[in-house]
């Protein structure tokens, strides 16, 4: 992928089918406004569309994730203007467009739209000390990027009406306990060591299996238990025409190491 000049992020390619976007805008602690939100979406859709990319690491600086939504870019905004630009809805772009696996490297603040952004990835990996939290109830709002519905899932209602009505942070140790983050790490390094090494594992596999795994399992948040088994089995049976069940099959009968078609 060519390396495109953006303003507010930065993008790489750390490891061997892995791609990196790094929030950057320090100044505002990563404060996500809507020039910052386009880029990273463009930077996504490009790692999408790359055949060279198997899956996405999303992270900010040791200091900040992202500090929440734009608060001065929010302030003066009216009803009908956020209503009729559809304000933060190409957020969820970053869901629904993007089929490679997405982590989330979390250290220090993970605010307002920046937890939100945090909870929209398919894996979240975090620093003991993280600071996540929704505090929109202290000025004035509610979380508006889906942290009130992806919060709720992760750690249940109790906890979550207590976060969102108190606007409390949760720490990186906690976001481990509760189930909202898969791992903690003790530093940066460590966390960006873990996070990159999750992603070049599963750029090691088939492509199609691994976007075949991420679509089932975020299919059980919508559906029920018969549903959503249904569905998975669907998926699993489509799986056997694909070039790359054969080849992994065979390798392991063979004791053999699985060289992927990706078809
Ligand atoms: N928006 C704009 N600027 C910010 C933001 C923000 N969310 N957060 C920090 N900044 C700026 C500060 O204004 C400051 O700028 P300046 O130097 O020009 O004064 C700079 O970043 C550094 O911040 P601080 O000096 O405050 O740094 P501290 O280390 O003292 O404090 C904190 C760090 C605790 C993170 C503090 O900055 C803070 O409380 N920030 C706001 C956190 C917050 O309330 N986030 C939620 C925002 S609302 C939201 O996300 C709604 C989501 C709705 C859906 C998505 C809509 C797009």
């Known amino acids: 992928t060519a390396t495109r000049s953006y303003e507010y992020i930065q993008v790489s390619e750390p490891r ?28 996504l859709r490009t790692f999408q569309s790359s055949p060279s990319i198997s899956a996405i690491v999303l992270t900010g600086s040791e200091r900040a994730f992202a500090a929440g939504a734009d608060i001065k870019e929010m302030a003066p905004l009216t009803f009908s203007q956020a ?10 772009d970053l869901t629904t467009a993007l089929k490679k696996p997405l982590i989330a490297a979390v250290s220090g603040h993970a605010l307002g739209g920046g937890c939100e952004l945090a909870l929209m990835a398919d ?15 202290k000025l004035g709002t509610i979380p508006g990027a889906g942290g009130s519905q992806r919060l709720t899932r992760a750690v249940g209602k109790a906890k979550a009406m207590e976060l969102v009505l108190t606007g409390k942070s949760f720490s990186g140790e906690e976001a481990e306990k509760w189930g909202v983050a898969a791992r903690v790490f003790e530093g940066y390094g460590e966390l960006m060591e873990g996070a990159l090494g999750t992603a070049e594992t599963i750029a090691g596999y088939s492509r199609v299996a691994v976007q075949a795994a991420k679509e089932v399992v975020n299919r059980s948040q919508e559906l029920g238990l018969r549903d959503g088994v ?32 990706h078809e």
């Open 16 to 43: 061997p089918g892995v791609g990196q976007v790094t929030l950057n805008r320090p100044k505002a602690l990563n404060a996500l406004s809507t020039p910052l939100i386009t880029e990273l979406n463009t930077a």
């Open 83 to 92: 209503y009729t630009t559809s304000f933060i809805e190409s957020w969820s």
């Open 123 to 137: 894996i979240l990996y975090c620093t003991r000390t993280a600071n996540f939290g929704q505090p929109e109830i």
């Open 230 to 261: 249904e569905y998975e089995r669907r998926v699993f049976h489509g799986l056997f025409g694909s070039r790359d069940q054969k080849i992994g099959m065979e390798a392991f009968a063979g004791k053999k190491k699985a060289e992927w078609s």
